[in-house]
Structures are given as structure tokens and as C-alpha cells.
């Protein structure tokens, strides 16, 4: 990079504005990598955990449709998922985390009252009901983990393309400009010697 400039004084001033530029915009490119890292280790924690009732639930879920299905019946099971009116709604959103776009996911419609069900309170089973609250209760519970696994991988993509821009900042594109301010500044030095070996080798003329 020394090679491409003048040494020049207005340069030299220049390159050392830049360098004061580059060095502010790195350090706020090293900020953000810090923030976005532990915005991204307290959102794993939390994923953690909802993986883990995500899990539990299914499981109580799969055990509750089975125990129905078993006691009242595989037919009546369908015939009350059928009767249900409303179906579950997700809508996705945008949010905004340090400059990132992540997705907000909001769930409607997830959970049915007996009510809603379309079976009436005569007609409905405790056992059909059960299940129907354990698949609403997990519903949820995908819903909310889906937004945060969304969240995780857009926070990891832009983590890695910023720690990418800080090591370039940090080891190619400042130490080049450090390298280019070093030579002009050893350039005018010999310069201005050259220039008083002249001058006084006309003064002794």
C-alpha cells in the first residue's frame, strides 16, 4: 500500500484522519460483535430451556391423545378435532436486535375454549379435553420456540460476518494504513534532510 501514494504532506494528514476513522469504526464493530454475543449466549439459555418443555410437553401430549384414543375412542378423537372451529393463526413479524432483523412469531388462535370446540359440554369427553389442552399447550410452546431458533441463527450469521469485518479492520486494513503513515512520514523526513544538505551546500557555495 506504501507504494501507491505520495508523500506528501496533505496525504500524511489525510491517511492519519483515516486511520482515526477506521480505528472509531473498528471499536464500534468490536462493541457490537460483544453485544450481539451476549445477546446470543442469553437467548441460547433461554432455548435451552424451551427446547426442554417443548420436549416435556409433547410427551405429555402424545400420552394424553393416547389415553383418549383408548378410552373413547380413535373416531371420537377425530370426529372432536374435526368439530373444532377455529384453526391456529401464526403471523411473522420484524424486530430489531443491535441492528439485526429477526423474526417475531405471534401466535393466534392456539388455545380453544370447550366452547369453540364444537363438542358442548354433553357431548365432550374429560379425556378429549385433556388432550386437546395438552396439543394447544404445545402449540405454544413451538410457536415460541420457533421464534427463538429463528433468532439464534440470524444473530450467529450476522456475529460471524462482523467478527469477519473486526479481523480485517483489526489485521489487514490498519496495520496497511499504519504502514503507508509510517512511510510518508519517513519519506518527508528524508526529504526535508535532503533539502538542508542542499541548502547549506549552497551557503557554503
Known amino acids: 500500500m506504501a507504494l501507491d501514494i505520495k508523500p506528501?504532506?496533505?496525504?500524511?494528514?489525510n491517511l492519519?484522519?483515516?486511520?482515526?476513522?477506521?480505528?472509531?469504526?473498528?471499536?464500534l464493530l468490536k462493541m457490537k460483535r460483544d453485544g450481539l454475543f451476549h445477546e446470543f449466549r442469553t437467548l441460547?439459555?433461554?432455548?435451552?430451556a424451551a427446547r426442554e418443555e417443548l420436549v416435556g410437553t409433547y410427551r405429555e401430549a402424545v400420552q394424553s391423545i393416547g389415553l383418549a384414543s383408548a378410552i373413547e375412542g380413535g373416531l371420537a378423537v377425530k370426529s372432536a378435532a374435526i368439530a373444532i372451529s377455529r384453526h391456529p393463526d401464526v403471523e411473522v413479524t420484524r424486530r430489531n436486535i443491535m441492528?439485526?432483523?429477526?423474526?417475531?412469531?405471534?401466535?393466534t388462535n392456539l388455545t380453544t375454549s370447550i366452547d369453540e370446540?364444537?363438542?358442548?359440554l354433553i357431548g365432550g369427553s374429560a379425556y378429549i379435553d385433556e388432550a386437546s389442552d395438552s396439543y394447544s399447550t404445545l402449540v405454544e410452546k413451538i410457536v415460541k420456540a420457533a421464534e427463538m431458533e429463528a433468532t439464534l441463527k440470524r444473530l450467529l450469521v450476522e456475529i460471524e460476518a462482523t467478527?469477519?469485518?473486526?479481523?480485517?479492520l483489526e489485521y489487514v486494513v490498519?496495520?496497511?494504513?499504519e504502514e503507508a503513515r509510517n512511510?510518508?512520514?519517513?519519506?518527508?523526513e528524508e526529504m526535508e534532510r535532503e533539502e538542508t544538505f542542499r541548502l547549506k551546500r549552497f551557503k557554503n557555495k
Open 117 to 120: 370446540r364444537g363438542t358442548g
Open 16 to 27: 492519519k484522519r483515516r486511520i482515526k476513522q477506521t480505528e472509531n469504526g473498528y471499536n
Open 8 to 13: 506528501t504532506r496533505s496525504e500524511l494528514i
Open 163 to 168: 467478527k469477519r469485518r473486526v479481523n480485517a
Open 174 to 177: 490498519i496495520p496497511q494504513m
Open 44 to 48: 441460547l439459555s433461554d432455548m435451552i
Open 183 to 188: 512511510f510518508i512520514q519517513l519519506r518527508l
Open 99 to 107: 441492528g439485526v432483523v429477526v423474526p417475531s412469531v405471534v401466535g
